[in-house]
């Protein structure tokens, strides 16, 4: 781990790593998996891209290692902030029915609810996700206040079209934006609008 009296690079107050689920439970923990080349991740559904996946069922091997980064990026009092949807999808997860995915949302918060240290984003760049409608982003949340009993931070991100961050669910904003100095110049504005923290 770190020598003696050294802080392990990132771990900062309010630091946090963006974990996207439907990407394997990717992520580099500073310090303790420096550089590691990891093997063929495992998915949060069991399959393969050409067989498909079993939608009823969950890759237990998958949350495991979730959960042991989750509490090694805590260890270094670091904030895990779960992505559990995103476009950039190759095995059809994003394009789940409804069952299915509110199956794998209940799933996921059951399993992660308990860990201090985690936010939730409903997406990455939810808006040119297209499978989804702005009902079904409602449909989460509501599954996700529902199923977390600890109540944790809860947002949504955008690519190019703001989600209504007024939406009462919302704890946080999750924004995107191009360019800094208008974002910058925003940011007074955005809280009044949206009464909820930048």
């Given at each position: 781990?770190?020598?003696?009296?050294?802080?392990?690079?990132?771990?900062?107050?309010?630091?946090?790593?963006?974990?996207?689920?439907?990407?394997?439970?990717?992520?580099?923990?500073?310090?303790?998996?420096?550089?590691?080349?990891?093997?063929?991740?495992?998915?949060?559904?069991?399959?393969?891209?050409?067989?498909g996946f079993?939608?009823?069922?969950?890759?237990?091997?998958?949350?495991?290692?979730?959960?042991?980064?989750?509490?090694?990026?805590?260890?270094?009092?670091?904030?895990?902030?779960?992505?559990?949807?995103?476009?950039?999808?190759?095995?059809?997860?994003?394009?789940?029915?409804?069952?299915?995915?509110?199956?794998?949302?209940?799933?996921?918060?059951?399993?992660?609810?308990?860990?201090?240290?985690?936010?939730?984003?409903?997406?990455?760049?939810?808006?040119?996700?297209?499978?989804?409608?702005?009902?079904?982003?409602?449909?989460?949340?509501?599954?996700?206040?529902?199923?977390?009993?600890?109540?944790?931070?809860?947002?949504?991100?955008?690519?190019?079209?703001?989600?209504?961050?007024?939406?009462?669910?919302?704890?946080?904003?999750?924004v995107q934006r191009?360019?800094?100095?208008?974002?910058?110049?925003?940011?007074?504005?955005?809280?009044?609008?949206?009464?909820?923290?930048?």
């Amino acid at each position: 781990m770190d020598p003696p009296g050294r802080r392990p690079r990132g771990a900062h107050p309010g630091d946090a790593r963006r974990i996207a689920l439907q990407q394997g439970a990717h992520v580099r923990v500073p310090e303790v998996l420096p550089l590691q080349r990891e093997r063929a991740r495992p998915l949060p559904l069991p399959g393969d891209a050409r067989a498909g996946f079993d939608v009823r069922r969950f890759d237990v091997e998958f949350w495991r290692h979730l959960e042991e980064r989750i509490t090694q990026l805590g260890d270094l009092g670091i904030e895990a902030d779960i992505i559990l949807f995103h476009p950039y999808d190759r095995w059809g997860f994003s394009s789940m029915d409804p069952s299915a995915d509110d199956r794998y949302l209940s799933y996921a918060v059951a399993r992660l609810a308990s860990f201090p240290n985690v936010w939730w984003s409903l997406a990455n760049e939810y808006d040119i996700l297209t499978a989804k409608t702005g009902e079904d982003w409602e449909r989460f949340a509501t599954i996700v206040h529902r199923d977390d009993p600890t109540g944790h931070l809860l947002s949504i991100h955008n690519c190019f079209d703001f989600y209504d961050y007024s939406r009462p669910w919302i704890t946080h904003a999750s924004v995107q934006r191009r360019d800094l100095y208008k974002t910058a110049e925003m940011t007074t504005e955005w809280r009044q609008a949206w009464g909820s923290p930048w």
